[in-house]
């Protein structure tokens, strides 16, 4: 006599969501963080506008060896091991960003991506393994991005010329 075993998997969710913007946001766990730390001149700011969507927007400086304006957004450790890619919907300006994740806040080196902007809303999807590791815009030889842990991501401008700037963020996913 044979035995019939079903087996149900449970399906989990393939999309997980670290920020949607919409003019409730609660947007206090975001920051700048320009080349002043560094004796730079750059100045970037951050608020929901008035459509809902999070607004990256500032000026470069290069003034005092400058040239970078980064957002920043902490938030308790996640377990990513179940995704391949963070899935941003953003509208530029035509200028090139990095987005950057970090295992840990207190790790030194970042984990970088850079994409190009247009002028229209975009899906951009980032690959973890193609994620490459720098510190202070260094880049180091070492593995790539593993896709384990996630404590910080960042987005940041920093094109070496005297420039504004303004990035749309509509939301932010890993699938």
Do not use: C
């Not at 766990?29 to 970037?44: A, H, L, Q, T």
């Not at 809902?52 to 091991?81: C, D, P, R, W």
């Not at 005297?162 to 932010?172: A, G, M, N």
């Amino acid at each position: 006599m044979k035995t019939i075993i079903t087996v149900i998997l449970m399906s989990m969710s393939t999309t997980l969501t670290i920020f949607d913007f919409n003019n409730n946001s609660d947007i206090s766990n975001w920051k700048i963080v320009d080349d002043v730390v560094m004796g730079g001149r750059s100045n970037g700011n951050f608020k929901i506008n008035k459509e809902g969507y999070g607004e990256f927007s500032g000026k470069i400086s290069l003034e005092n060896n400058g040239g970078f304006s980064s957002l920043q957004h902490q938030m308790k450790t996640l377990q990513v091991a179940a995704y391949s890619k963070a899935v941003l919907r953003i509208k530029g300006d035509g200028k090139t960003y990095q987005f950057r994740v970090k295992n840990s806040v207190n790790d030194n080196a970042s984990y970088v991506y850079e994409f190009k902007t247009t002028e229209d809303w975009m899906t951009i999807e980032v690959p973890f393994k193609d994620m490459a590791p720098q510190f202070r815009g260094r880049k180091l030889d070492q593995p790539h991005y593993q896709g384990k842990t996630m404590q910080q991501i960042t987005f940041l401008v920093g094109n070496k010329k005297e420039e504004t700037f303004k990035l749309l963020i509509d939301h932010i996913e890993l699938k």
